[in-house]
């Protein structure tokens, strides 16, 4: 028995580890939050990595097929969240493209996940709040904007320009004027004007100053530089849109470079030398591709392999390569890199075919590199639903060693949104023994496996449980998983507390050791009292009173005390699976059929009362003669056929013969007839089935003298 309680409480522990390990094959425990209950819908992104990442811009892009997002989301991108796994720790995003074009809706969202691993790793998009406070305003160049969320904390670097002047916590900037001296019928010099920043509309403008002569171009110049980037591989990426205000033979120099990496020539420059006939892009030398002007292109520079690697694309709002770069492959990079916008040329060399330009920029951002970028994909939409659970047992009290029923229904509150993948976790606690459920298989090692609850409905599982202990036991069901988020967890939980009490199963026996069927001769009732446990039975008292027709002469008791004339056996304390003995001898004194009933009872309750009490009957023979005679009154006379004996009494005078032998007796089932005599009893009888009988019986030691005939 001691064993079996070991092995149990060493499979349950068995359980917990298994449910709380990660080498366990239980389904990991996946929380129900939904990250507000203003939010109505969310998708969910499963992102699919090849390496494990850290604080990594992941990208998604969601285009007009993901109907129910767009008849959802708040036309300015306002109520846009993201969360990590468990649907409420929000994550920073930043929002690079948003156009609610009906029908041609599309979106590019950034999201910084600060641990992707390899492998999967669900996060979701939560929208549909229409009062909700917008993050991050991105004012668009051409006219309106949207809330794009927050970019400093999603990118290592960031700007969106917005404001009215440029961020100097994040820039340096650089404006020159240029000197120009000439012969034009003696010596000049003039100062040109000087380049200028203009941060306004959303965008940065940086210009080189304008030309002073028609002939010629000549111009200030100016930059912007970021502060260091000491990551070794990153990706840069700007909306930008150069201009050309000369003719073909100006010289037109806009440059997206990355300072801090050589091995590259010059490079990011569109040009447009007056020996070319179109403006150009220069890539370790003029590439001969033509560079598309005053439109909004995207630049996307790439340093990877350790910073050993570098790649330039140019593309147009459709994304579209404007260009194939070759890709260089053995740059060396400094610990700290500068991103530069520029425009005109520090390097003047004298010439008066000196370069200028005008750059605009919408937002520059840095995100982290790897040479396997995660992808994404999207779910469909969910709403949330509320799964309330409860749990109820049958009722008490409850006795140690019985069993309990305990039933828990999962309901899925929500009108429309079906509940899929819904777990609960019910282990029994130490001191209930699993003994059935109803789940059909779906109730294992702790776990309920539900499934899909749709939505309005409920699913009931009975759990019946062995109470193996004494006192409190708590028992828990939690929902632990559901596809869908549920905020409101505060019903996802229910427990019930019940106290079991001790309880002892007695059982009581009794019977005769020695049956006669004869009054004048001694019996004794054999009372046996066993406890069946499981625990102690406290005060056991058997009450045993002697019936009528019994006359007590002596007792034997294994424990404790019988008392004859209440007819109380006090035994006290009885441990579980021990037994204690009475044996009460007495004297039969009647021919009616005798009952003795004995009754055990404990303060310890008893789970099965009816083996408590147990009856014994003896039938004594009748006498076979019995009458009244003037002299001596009522008497009766008994024959022991078997034992060839007799017996004459007279219960008024408290006289009987005892048994005697006899001398002669003649029997059968119709007639009989004997005789005894000795020096004190003198007895002739006879007697027949009809009725008609003689007796005469004489003790001449007592006086008593009796002449009998019956009819
Ligand atoms: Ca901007
Ligand atoms: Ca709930
Ligand atoms: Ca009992």
Same mark, same amino acid.
């Given at each position: 028995m001691k064993g079996k309680v070991l092995f149990r409480n060493l499979a349950i522990l068995i359980v917990i580890f298994l449910m709380f390990s990660s080498a366990g094959g239980i389904k990991k425990i996946k929380a129900n939050d939904w990250y507000d209950t203003n939010w109505s819908y969310r998708i969910p992104v499963t992102i699919n990595s090849s390496t494990a990442l850290t604080d990594y811009q992941i990208k998604v892009v969601i285009d007009s097929s993901h109907s129910d997002f767009w008849n959802h989301v708040q036309s300015d991108a306002k109520d846009v969240r993201f969360t990590d796994s468990d649907g409420s720790t929000p994550f920073s995003y930043w929002i690079e493209k948003w156009d609610t074009t009906s029908g041609s809706e599309s979106t590019t969202i950034w999201i910084k996940v600060p641990s992707i691993p390899n492998g999967t790793k669900t996060i979701y998009l939560y929208y549909g709040n229409s009062s909700a406070t917008g993050n991050g305003w991105h004012t668009n160049p051409d006219g309106g904007g949207w809330y794009a969320g927050d970019g400093d904390n999603t990118f290592i670097f960031f700007d969106d320009f917005e404001g009215t002047s440029l961020n100097t916590d994040k820039w340096d900037s650089v404006t020159s004027s240029y000197t120009y001296t000439y012969w034009w019928w003696g010596w000049h010099t003039v100062t040109v004007d000087t380049g200028f920043i203009d941060v306004s509309g959303g965008q940065i403008h940086i210009s080189s100053g304008s030309d002073i002569f028609g002939f010629g171009i000549i111009g200030g110049w100016a930059y912007i530089k970021s502060n260091d980037i000491t990551d070794n591989e990153f990706v840069w990426e700007t909306r930008y849109k150069a201009t050309n205000r000369y003719d073909t033979r100006g010289i037109n120099r806009n440059r997206i470079i990355v300072w801090g @990496?050589?091995? @590259?020539?010059?490079?990011?420059i569109f040009d447009n030398r007056w020996d070319h006939t179109t403006l150009q892009y220069y890539w370790n030398?003029?590439?001969?591709t033509s560079a598309t002007l005053d439109s909004w292109m995207k630049s996307i520079e790439s340093l990877s392999s350790n910073g050993s690697f570098f790649s330039w694309d140019v593309k147009d709002e459709s994304g579209n390569s404007e260009s194939d770069f070759p890709k260089s492959t053995s740059v060396t990079s400094s610990t700290n890199k500068n991103i530069v916008l520029q425009c005109g040329d520090s390097d003047h060399t004298g010439s008066i075919n000196d370069p200028v330009g005008d750059l605009y920029a919408d937002y520059v951002f840095v995100r982290k590199h790897t040479s396997n970028e995660p992808t994404t994909s999207l779910g469909g939409e969910e709403e949330p639903v509320d799964l309330s659970i409860s749990k109820t047992v049958s009722s008490g009290p409850y006795y140690h060693g019985e069993n309990v029923i305990f039933e828990i229904t999962v309901t899925?509150?929500?009108?429309?949104q079906d509940a899929t993948n819904v777990q609960v976790m019910d282990i029994l606690p130490s001191g209930l023994s699993y003994i059935s459920d109803d789940s059909s298989g779906s109730y294992d090692s702790g776990i309920w496996d539900i499934g899909t609850i749709n939505a309005g409905e409920s699913k009931t599982l009975h759990i019946t449980a062995e109470l193996d202990t004494l006192g409190n036991i708590t028992n828990t069901a939690t929902?632990?998983?559901?596809?869908q988020g549920d905020p @409101?967890?505060?019903?996802?939980s229910d427990g019930v507390t019940i106290n079991v009490l001790p309880s002892a199963d007695l059982e009581l026996t009794k019977t005769i050791l020695n049956p006669t069927t004869y009054v004048e001769e001694d019996i004794a009732y054999h009372i046996e009292v066993t406890n069946y446990g499981p625990d102690i039975a406290q005060d056991v008292v058997v009450t045993d009173v002697l019936p009528s027709g019994v006359d007590y002469k002596s007792h034997v008791a294994s424990q404790g005390t019988y008392n004859s004339n209440t007819g109380?056996?006090?035994?006290g304390t009885l441990p579980n699976g021990s037994t204690v003995t009475l044996d009460i001898t007495v004297r039969i004194e009647d021919y009616n059929p005798i009952t003795n009933t004995a009754t055990v009872t404990s303060d310890t309750t008893d789970p099965a009362p009816g083996n408590n009490t147990s009856s014994v009957t003896i039938d004594v023979e009748d006498p076979l003669i019995k009458g009244t005679v003037p002299r001596e009154g009522y008497f009766e006379f008994f024959v022991d056929r078997e034992g060839k004996r007799w017996l004459l009494r007279i219960p008024d005078k408290e006289y009987t013969t005892g048994w005697m032998p006899f001398d002669r007796l003649r029997a059968t089932n119709t007639f009989m007839s004997g005789r005894y005599a000795d020096r004190r009893f003198h007895l002739l009888f006879d007697w027949y089935s009809s009725g008609r009988c003689h007796l005469i019986f004489n003790d001449r030691r007592a006086g008593i003298s009796i002449k009998f005939a019956g009819r």
């Open positions: @990496v050589t091995g @590259v020539s010059d490079y990011g030398g003029w590439t001969g899925n509150t929500s009108s429309t929902i632990t998983s559901c596809d @409101v967890s505060s019903n996802n109380k056996w006090d035994i």
